[in-house]
């Protein structure tokens, strides 16, 4: 079984920084990419960042360049966001998921697996 835990996510106010966590288990981590999106409540999914295998490609959509970054242990099955000047915008819940290729896509219908989500909420 393969599951994708997500961690780390909290009410913070805006300019603030979190940090979420996503703990892969039942897959060969290092055989994945992995990806982040996210979901306010009446939008659809949206695509955040994306790192390779190896973790030396890396894609962001742009209303978070230069404040999210994406890194991946794979000693530990881990991937991180790194989110820092936080704005209300980014509230959402994020979900973390694993695609069976070398580079991380982006869209979501790309991905095999997907966590249950953190909920992130910045407030004003």
């Known amino acids: 079984q393969v599951q994708l835990v997500e961690s780390g996510g909290g009410l913070v106010q805006a300019g603030g920084s979190l940090r979420l966590s996503c703990a892969a288990s039942?897959?060969?981590?290092?055989?994945?990419?992995m990806g982040w999106f996210r979901q306010a409540p009446g939008e659809e999914r949206e695509f955040v960042a994306a790192?390779?295998?190896?973790?030396?490609?890396?894609t962001y959509t742009n209303s978070v360049k230069g404040r999210f970054t994406i890194s991946r242990a794979n000693a530990k099955n881990t991937v991180y966001l790194q989110m820092n000047s936080l704005k209300p915008e980014d509230t959402a819940l994020y979900y973390c998921?694993?695609?069976?290729?070398?580079?991380?896509?982006?869209?979501?219908?790309?991905?095999?697996?997907w966590g249950q989500g953190t909920q992130v909420t910045v407030s004003s």
């Open positions: 790192i390779s295998r190896s973790g030396d490609t890396i």
């Open positions: 998921a694993a695609d069976d290729t070398i580079v991380g896509r982006t869209t979501d219908r790309s991905y095999d697996y």
């Open positions: 039942g897959l060969t981590f290092s055989n994945y990419a």
